[in-house]
Nanobody, 126 residues
């Protein structure tokens, strides 16, 4: 499976962005999630948002709850991350990732993901 993220950019605090993750190559999707890596830091092991596809359930990290929304468009094989009320601490490279093997990990756990995109940079600054 190939994942391609898009939609990153520079936005002022309080602004919004919508990230997209287009999947190609087929296969089974058990979970899909968004993870991020802030400048100078390692990628976080827990995602900011994810969908457990078999259950249709979603998860959000406390830091983004109420501001970010993850959604899917099955017809387009695309997952979105709508980010509102962005804060400087949201600045990071955002990656989408999938679990296509049914790893058994929770959808927000990076260890359970077996395919990753290359990321898209989000910069929140005035």
């Amino acid at each position: 499976v190939r994942l391609v993220e898009s939609g990153g950019g520079l936005v002022q605090p309080g602004g919004s962005l919508r990230l997209s993750c287009a999947a190609s190559g087929g296969g089974t999707l058990y979970s899909i999630g968004w993870f991020r890596q802030a400048p100078g830091k390692e990628r976080e092991n827990e995602g900011v948002a994810c969908i457990r596809i078999s259950h249709g359930t979603t998860y959000y990290a406390d830091s983004v709850q109420g501001r970010f929304t993850i959604s899917r468009d099955n017809a387009k094989n695309t997952v979105y991350l709508q980010m509102n009320n962005l804060k400087p601490e949201d600045t990071a490279v955002y990656y989408c990732a999938i679990d296509s093997y049914g790893s058994g990990y929770r959808c927000y756990e990076a260890n359970g993901m077996d395919a990753w995109g290359k990321g898209t940079l989000v910069t929140v600054s005035s």
